[in-house]
């Protein structure tokens, strides 16, 4: 059950449907556990963080990207580090906490290097960029 809520949250956030993505969050976690796959953890805290940014609770959303990045660095899961600083990092840019956002950023680029993917590079690219328009760092 837990995996099927996952996807249709993800659904449900897709589609901006925010009730009803909030309703399948509370029934995947009732089903939580920490012994499903760490895929489907770190899937399911990148999902629930999302719609967290979506309800501007930041503070929620920050645990739910540090959850996914604790779990992806237990299992040494390059790809999902990689995803889960830069969301964290926009969290904290979104909370103007712009040197710590630089900081996670600047983290990522060593999992990203690792990586080898270009699309992985112009992401980060893009966070960077995003991050110092909004800091006013760079006009």
Same mark, same amino acid.
Do not use: C
């Given at each position: 059950?837990?995996? +099927?809520?996952?996807?249709?949250?993800?659904?449900?956030?897709? /589609?901006?449907?925010?009730?009803?993505?909030?309703?399948?969050?509370?029934?995947? /976690?009732?089903?939580?556990?920490?012994?499903?796959?760490?895929?489907?953890?770190? +899937?399911?805290? *990148?999902?629930?963080?999302?719609?967290?940014?979506?309800?501007? &609770? *930041?503070? &929620?959303?920050?645990?739910?990207?540090?959850?996914?990045?604790?779990?992806?660095?237990?299992? $040494?899961?390059?790809?999902?580090?990689?995803?889960?600083?830069? $969301? /964290?990092?926009?969290?904290?840019? /979104? $909370?103007?906490?712009?040197?710590?956002?630089?900081?996670? *950023?600047?983290?990522?680029?060593?999992?990203?290097?690792?990586?080898? &993917?270009?699309? $992985?590079?112009?992401?980060?690219?893009?966070?960077?960029?995003?991050?110092?328009? &909004?800091?006013?760092?760079?006009?």
């Amino acid at each position: 059950m837990f995996i +099927a809520n996952v996807a249709l949250l993800q659904s449900y956030i897709f /589609l901006q449907d925010i009730k009803n993505a909030k309703i399948t969050r509370n029934n995947a /976690l009732i089903n939580y556990s920490t012994t499903y796959p760490p895929t489907k953890l770190i +899937a399911y805290h *990148l999902i629930s963080g999302i719609l967290n940014m979506n309800l501007r &609770e *930041l503070g &929620e959303a920050n645990n739910d990207f540090n959850s996914s990045l604790r779990i992806a660095e237990e299992n $040494q899961m390059n790809f999902s580090i990689v995803q889960s600083k830069m $969301q /964290l990092s926009r969290v904290l840019a /979104l $909370q103007k906490k712009f040197s710590e956002a630089e900081r996670i *950023l600047k983290s990522s680029e060593v999992e990203v290097n690792k990586t080898n &993917e270009i699309n $992985q590079k112009l992401i980060l690219l893009e966070n960077y960029a995003r991050l110092y328009m &909004e800091w006013g760092k760079y006009k």
